[in-house]
Each structure stands twice: as C-alpha cells, then as structure tokens.
C-alpha cells in the first residue's frame, strides 16, 4: 500500500483497496451539468456506469466515489459532462491487499514493557512488528503505563501484526503525529483505560488512538479484536460528576482530525454490560471540515456492539468517506452524521439492531431508542453537504421477556443533529419502533429526495415542491417479513414479501441483483451473506464471552511448542511430561472461551510427546489458548490462527 493517487488537469483520483474517490474541476462545471462517470478493469472492453459525481457549487468540483472495486487492479475511468464535448480518461491502481516486508522484528512471548515502534520502512518494503514461530508477542503492561504500543512520530511503512496487548492506563496503540501507512492487523487489545474520580472511564481512552494529529494518514486498522476495556461509559441516563449525562468513556478507535485515507475493516468491537464503551469509532472535531475519519476513508465489515453513544461517529468532512456492509447492535445511535460539511458520504448495506439509550433498566418497553442515522447540522455556519444512503436495513427485534415493544432505533433518520440537508435515501428498510416518524426533516430546504424505501412509520412532508417516498412502500403497522428458510444472520427479504424486487438501480452500488429490479435492505436474495468481522461470519462475532484473566505466559516451567504459529490449517502442539503416568488433558480454547478441541489420556508416560491438531474448516481466525492440564498443574501457550 502506497498513496498512489493520481493528479493531472484538474483531476485526483484517490484509491483504496475497494474504492477510488474521485475529483474533477473542468471549468465549464456547474450544478446543472451532470458528470456521468464510467470504470473498466484494464483489459476489459465494457464500460461499467458509476454514480454521477456531486458538483459542490461553492468550490466548483465534482466530487463522487467509485466503489465495489477488486484489491491490486488498475482501472480506466472515463470523466463525462453531459451535453459537452468534455471528456476525460484517467487510470488508477486499487490498493494491493498483500504488503512487501523488506525486515522484520520479531518481539519476544511475553513483555511487560510498552513497545516503541519507531522504524520506518518505504513503500517498497514495510517493518513488520510480530512475534516469531512457535512463539507468542503478548505485551501485558501496567496501568501505570499510559500504552502498551507506541507508534513514534514520523513512523512510517510498518506493520503490527498478530500481537496481544493487555492493561495499559489509557490507550492500548498511540500513534503520534506524522505518522503514515500503518497496518494494524490480527491483534487483540483488550483491558485498557483509566476511571475518572467518578468511577466512569475516562473519556476516549481508546484501544487505538492518536491526538489532533493532522499528519497522520492511510492507517490501514483491519481484523482485529477490541474487546473489554477496563473501564465502562455512562448512559444517557447516569450523570457524570461534571453534571453531564452525555455518554464519556472508553472507545475502539479514536482519531482525532487525521488526513484520512484510512480503511477500518473486519474488527469486532464487544464487550460486557459492565465495561460499555461511548462510541465505537470516532472522536472529533466533529463541527469542523476535518473530524473523524476526514477524507478517502472505508469503514466496513465491522461487529460493533455495546456503545451508549455511537457505534460509528463519523462527523466533520466526509469526504469520499465510504460506510458499508457492518452490523451494529445495542448502541443508542448507529452512525452518527452530523454534520457532513464537505461531501459526498456515501452509507449502504449497513444492519443494524438493537438500539438503548437509559442505562440498566431491564423492561424493554420502558427502553428509550436512538436513531439509525443522526444526522444534521446544528449551526447554519457549517453547511451540510451530500449524503448517501443506499441498502440498509433496520431491524427491531423482539423485546424482554413479558414486553410488547420491539428494541430497534426509534426512527431511522434523525434530525437531533439540526437541519437535515442534502440526503438522497433509496432502497433502504426502515422500521421505525412506533408509530412516529421514520425520517425527520427537521428544518427543510428542499434539498432531500426519499425515495424506494421500505417503512413502518411516518415520513416528514416539509418540502412544499417535494413529496418523500413516491414510490416507497408503507407497510403501516407490520414488520417486514423475512425469508426463515435464509442462511442464519442474513436477512433477506421473502419471496413475494414487500420490498422484494421493488428497488431502484443504483449504478456500481447494486449491479448484481438478482431478479427484475433489487431489493429493498442490505441483503439481496439469494446473494452471499455479508461478511462481517475478524471471522467474516455475522452469527460468531462477539458472540461468546472472552477469558478476561489470561494467564501469565512467562511463568511456565513447562514448555509447549506449537509449529507452525500462526497457524493456517494444521498445528502440531509438543509437551514435556516430568512425571511418571501423568493424567493428562490437552485444550484449545478461544479466547472466548469456546472449546475447540479437547484430549484426555490417563495415564501419560514421561518423555516429550506431540500432538496433532487439524483446524476446522469453518473456525474463525483470531487468538486461541493452548491449556495443558499436567495432574494438577495447569500451562499455557497462546497461538494465533490466521484466515
């Protein structure tokens, strides 16, 4: 991975691995003329339709995003203005998914002291900071020390991977200013941050952090787990010390006012109900042109649960900012938007559940929900700028035992953030709780088009030469019915169902439905489940409860080997027997705590003995625990496997 953008008359074309953002500035550009935009692989003879780009009047550029592109390719995009003989050509190369290692630094089992990262590489060859084969990198610190990991300032072109870091004070990563092409991948923070006098968590102490640092960019945060702070936020119900009841505490990922060119993907961010977080990603400034993520970023594929605030707190610019394909659950607000002051945002196929927002209080009819989107500007210095919002679904699960209440968002589309401007929504399903208004306009200026939803519940009507959801489908007081016989954690609609085939096309956001027209929601019938998390699979992310005393790997005075680690598909597991006809058992435990394999022998002659252990098709990548139960002594080795 490298910058690897592209600039030239009046162009700049920005890429991930699965997007490219898009900027052109011709000078006969205005809002009346539509820049249509067309993509190909190299090599292809057919041209592909993409959305047409945003013309921001105040600027005069066309800005738009393509999306749903292939890692490592070089694409053609032809730039065209409508009724002119303007055109222009570009090429770009997506991001590679694999990253040249020119050396790497392997870090011992077990350390109880914070790693200073603090060796750049180059594009051509990345610093890759693990552990080394048959070992483990466990770095578990005191909370006396403020992070596990230091990424230094003007650290470049390194790569975390696969290391566990426990205990730290505040932050379980920091990455100081000027730092560019991270890769924080396969790791596992857990047990971080500090309480207020309070005894809440201290606010935006985060597993990965970084403070107002303008110079930081391309932070590739991808398949990890964050999990079980220390700490645990307050809800909207409990009063800080300070007289606040707005959420404060720990976060997954924290970045404040970066460059961008970030990708946030296949984390799972969980806990327990006493150790909440606020949001999940975010941080600030929010009412500002930077904020969190900024600019050319993804966020998707991600599990995120549990926060009293935000699941995702994307506020500030937005611009080319792409939100897809995660699923967040018992948050009060889903995805925060307020306010997108640059643009365009782009949020689909995102689904979401159950929504929270007063603390402990276990009768769910008596629950306050949040909203799936927040959106809005509360200022009228700040403008708000495009938003797009393709393909998601709300679902309102069934409430506490002996309720009548469903517990999903309140209403969809939220005007608690100010005056909603600019927001296109299509194909979505949009399930209020009650009967009140799905979608709130807040103070309109016509600016907004709802159109193809599917909905249970009201739509403000604020514009007097604009009417929401023409040709959307009211289903008044009924549930959107679901096919039972799908895959398990997919929700795709029923056949005949409303919202079946009943979309709008979106060019390069739903070229692949499967019938006359798409569906309405996140799941296409009869298309593949989206993948979601570390594991890629939405029934097993942060869905078991983690082991929150590891053991202490350093103490052991039994060794036990496991080759290769990380493991692909096959792990031979050694051990020393001291005694004479031990009583043996061997274990492999998630870090969860679900049992993936177990072996008992009686009766173990001493010597050295090996073991088998062929993984599962089907297990999930991520941190596992080697329990060797000697008589009555119990070790440990932990060993990482890899998807």
């Not at 390719?73 to 002119?84: A, C, S």
């Not at 979608?439 to 193809?452: F, H, Q, V």
């Not at 056949?495 to 979309?503: F, L, R, V």
């Not at 929150?548 to 496991?562: A, G, H, M």
Request: proline share 5%; hydrophobic share 35%.
């Amino acid at each position: 991975m490298s910058s690897s953008a592209f600039y030239c008359y009046g162009q700049t074309l920005i890429p991930t691995f699965n997007c490219v953002g898009v900027y052109w500035s011709p000078p006969a550009g205005a809002t009346s003329i539509e820049c249509q935009v067309r993509y190909r692989m190299s090599g292809d003879e057919e041209w592909r339709s993409a959305l047409p780009l945003y013309f921001d009047e105040e600027v005069k550029e066309y800005r738009g995003s393509i999306v749903n592109l292939v890692p490592g390719r070089t694409y053609e995009v032809n730039l065209i203005l409508n009724g002119t003989n303007i055109q222009e050509t570009v090429s770009i190369t997506t991001w590679a998914e694999e990253f040249p290692v020119a050396d790497t630094v392997f870090l011992p089992a077990f350390s109880d002291e914070v790693l200073s990262v603090n060796r750049s590489g180059t594009p051509n060859g990345y610093i890759l900071y693990t552990y080394e084969n048959g070992t483990n990198a466990t770095i578990k610190v005191s909370e006396l020390d403020p992070y596990g990991i230091r990424i230094e300032e003007n650290t470049s072109y390194v790569i975390l991977r696969g290391l566990t870091v426990i205990g730290p004070g505040e932050h379980g990563i920091k990455i100081f200013n000027n730092s560019h092409d991270v890769v924080i991948e396969h790791c596992d923070i857990t047990n971080w941050g500090t309480n207020h006098n309070d005894g809440w968590g201290m606010n935006l102490h985060s597993a990965i952090y970084s403070n107002q640092a303008p110079d930081i960019e391309r932070l590739i945060i991808q398949y990890n787990r964050f999990h079980h702070p220390r700490t645990d936020a307050n809800s909207w119900a409990e009063r800080r010390s300070n007289g606040q009841y707005h959420p404060a505490g720990p976060q997954a990922v924290s970045l404040w006012n970066t460059n961008g060119n970030h990708v946030i993907r296949y984390n799972e961010v969980f806990s327990d109900d006493a150790h909440y977080f606020n949001d999940g990603f975010g941080a600030g400034d929010n009412k500002s042109f930077r904020g969190f993520p900024n600019k050319d970023s993804d966020i998707y594929g991600n599990f995120i649960q549990r926060c009293w605030d935000d699941g995702i707190e994307s506020e500030g610019a937005n611009n080319n900012v792409r939100i897809w394909g995660n699923y967040i659950d018992k948050t009060f607000t889903k995805i925060a938007i307020a306010s997108t002051t640059i643009g365009p945002l782009y949020i689909w196929r995102n689904i979401v559940n159950e929504s929270k927002r007063n603390g402990p209080e276990t009768n769910s009819d008596l629950w306050e929900q949040g909203p799936f989107l927040k959106a809005g500007s509360d200022t009228v210095i700040l403008p708000f700028k495009r938003t797009y919002v393709f393909h998601n679904t709300v679902l309102q699960p069934e409430g506490t035992t002996g309720t009548s209440r469903p517990t999903g968002s309140n209403q969809s589309i939220s005007s608690s953030g100010g005056a909603i401007l600019n927001l296109i929504s299509r194909n979505n399903i949009f399930v209020s709780r009650s009967a009140g208004a799905v979608m709130e306009a807040g103070i309109e200026s016509c600016t907004n088009s709802w159109d193809y939803d599917l909905y249970r519940g009201g739509v403000e009507q604020s514009c007097d030469t604009m009417l929401h959801e023409i040709n959307g489908i009211d289903l008044g007081r009924e549930l959107p019915q679901y096919d039972v016989n799908n895959q398990p954690g997919m929700f795709a609609l029923a056949s005949g169902a409303p919202g079946e085939s009943a979309g709008v096309i979106i060019p390069n956001f739903n070229d692949n439905f499967n019938n006359i027209a798409p569906d309405m929601g996140a799941f296409e019938r009869g298309s593949s489940p989206i993948k979601v998390g570390v594991s890629g699979d939405l029934l097993n992310a942060g869905n078991n409860e983690i082991i929150t005393n590891l053991p202490d790997f350093e103490s052991q005075n039994v060794e036990i080997i496991s080759y290769p680690n990380p493991v692909i598909d096959h792990a031979t597991i050694q051990f020393k027997n001291s005694q004479n006809q031990a009583q043996v058992k061997l274990r492999i435990i998630g870090i969860r705590g679900d049992i993936q394999m177990e072996l008992a022998i009686d009766q173990l002659q001493k010597g050295s003995h090996q073991i088998e252990w062929k993984v599962p098709e089907k297990l999930r990548g991520g941190v596992y625990i080697v329990k060797l139960d000697l008589g009555s002594e119990s070790f440990y080795r932990k060993i990482v496997l890899i998807r």
